[in-house]
């Protein structure tokens, strides 16, 4: 079964400390990596996708890499707005190749 | 562009009453997934539908629930003769494409009295 574990559970920086979130993954032919971020009372908004190891994606502040058994977020000189919870999902091939498997999130709290 | 529209957005039922939770795509989206979010608890995915079919249910429970995309409409989700543990938030997203990146709605929140 497909497993995703992301650490920390929460995540407290100061403003303009930055650091890094984790996801690992055990699965069975990878066909996507992707990070989201949650705010209370909305959806999942959709940041990157990963395919492939040594594959880097950056949007603003944030950079996603990813090897064989892991996917990192860094967040570089975080600001209050970049509060949220941030989530890991992965798609794997067979019969369920349109389902996510989530981890549960690392909730980051970022001081001014 | 609207996004991916789900209603209503809060809904209260009293045990035994069905559910009807609607969600209308993205536009340009044929892709339609469910998920359900525990309190507590990570998303869970429940069904894929793509118009008019089910493609994959194997996170939907056995009784009760089911999911429908017809040809024209939304999605429905639909929960019969609900129970406390029913309770949960339920996200609807959609794509363009099995492995395009699902896009979400902001979810229904749903109360068992």
């Known amino acids: 079964e497909d497993q995703v574990t992301q650490s920390p559970e929460a995540l407290r920086l100061q403003e303009g400390e930055s650091s890094s979130l984790n996801c690992s993954y055990t699965v069975s032919g990878l066909r996507g990596l992707f990070w989201y971020r949650q705010d209370p009372g909305k959806g999942p908004e959709f940041l990157f996708t990963l395919y492939s190891a040594g594959e880097e994606k950056e949007k603003e502040r944030l950079k996603a890499t990813l090897t064989k058994k892991e996917s990192f977020l860094h967040i570089t000189a975080p600001k209050p707005e970049d509060s949220a919870t941030y989530l890991c999902a992965v798609r794997t091939g067979g019969t369920s190749y349109g389902k996510l498997t989530f981890g549960q999130g690392t909730i980051l709290t970022v001081h001014p | 562009n609207a996004g991916v529209m789900q209603n209503p957005r809060h809904l209260v039922r009293r045990r035994g009453q069905e559910a009807r939770l609607r969600c209308s795509p993205m536009?340009?989206?044929?892709?339609v997934y469910w998920y359900r979010q525990l309190p507590e608890e990570g998303l869970k995915f429940m069904v894929y539908?793509?118009?008019?079919?089910?493609?994959?249910e194997s996170g939907m429970p056995k009784e009760r629930f089911s999911a429908e995309f017809p040809k024209e409409g939304p999605s429905i989700l639909r929960i019969q003769q609900v129970v406390r543990g029913d309770s949960a938030a339920y996200f609807c997203?959609?794509?363009?494409?099995?492995?395009?990146?699902?896009?979400f709605g902001d979810g229904t929140r749903l109360s068992i009295l």
């Open positions: 997203a959609s794509s363009t494409g099995d492995n395009q990146p699902q896009h």
């Open positions: 539908l793509q118009k008019e079919n089910i493609i994959d």
């Open positions: 536009k340009g989206h044929s892709h």
